[in-house]
């Protein structure tokens, strides 16, 4: 794929091309970025290695991805906001994979829950509950949310609303939860999307 896409790159810094010449090469480009994105993912998928599972400090955790996703996507501190409701918050889980998952249900609030004048408000919300002992960490944003009747798809993969989408993000997210016997499921919310992890007993540590 990079050297289909690095050929259509040449061939379009020549000169006396037609218009109707470049946009069949912008057409090869931009597709064969997005074939490349897919074969990515899907080796991410296969690639991926067993659960490493480490003692984390969600709260402590959650606050510094929060730093490193405003700053990779130059966020204000206002476009994505932590709060945690009690602490201590530590459960068992693989770090990588922990970041794997947010990123992807971040990503997904960047690309498809901005308001609507483009405006974002991720929220990334922690606590415990009770009978039975559980602690969650929801992933929120106040877009257009999903529709009903496309809920019980999301999950699928290759399953995507958006032109350049591949449908990996939420498919792979799952399956790095289950890797790590966590839940991920998505809440139906009056506005906005809101997906909401579950860490049960036998991973809370304290
Ligand atoms: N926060 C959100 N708000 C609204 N719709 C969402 C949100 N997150 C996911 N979706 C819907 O779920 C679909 C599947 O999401 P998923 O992350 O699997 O794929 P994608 O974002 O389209 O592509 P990619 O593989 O690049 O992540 C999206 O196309 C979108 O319709
Ligand atoms: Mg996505």
């Not at 912008?26 to 599972?53: C, G, H, M, W, Y």
């Not at 990503?107 to 919300?125: C, F, K, S, T």
Request: proline letters at 4%; one cysteine or more.
């Amino acid at each position: 794929m990079s050297a289909i896409s690095h050929a259509a790159q040449l061939l379009s810094e020549g000169t006396g091309l037609s218009d109707e010449e470049r946009h069949l090469l912008a057409i090869i480009q931009r597709n064969s970025l997005r074939i490349e994105e897919t074969v990515r993912s899907v080796l991410t998928l296969s690639r991926k290695r067993q659960s490493l599972p480490q003692r984390v400090d969600l709260g402590e955790w959650s606050l510094a991805f929060a730093a490193e996703f405003r700053e990779r996507h130059r966020l204000n501190d206002a476009d994505l906001t932590v709060s945690v409701a009690s602490a201590p918050l530590v459960i068992r889980a693989d770090p990588d994979h922990l970041h794997q998952i947010i990123a992807n249900l971040c990503d997904n609030a960047l690309v498809h829950g901005r308001g609507p004048n483009g405006e974002l408000n991720i929220r990334i919300q922690l606590g415990r509950l009770h009978l039975p002992e559980r602690i969650y960490l929801e992933v929120c944003d106040s877009g257009p949310g999903i529709s009903p009747e496309l809920v019980q798809s999301i999950f699928e993969p290759f399953f995507t609303t958006q032109r350049q989408g591949v449908g990996l993000g939420l498919y792979i997210a799952r399956e790095l939860a289950i890797a790590n016997g966590i839940q991920l499921s998505h809440l139906t919310q009056p506005q906005g999307a809101c997906f909401c992890l579950t860490f049960g007993q036998d991973l809370i540590l304290s």
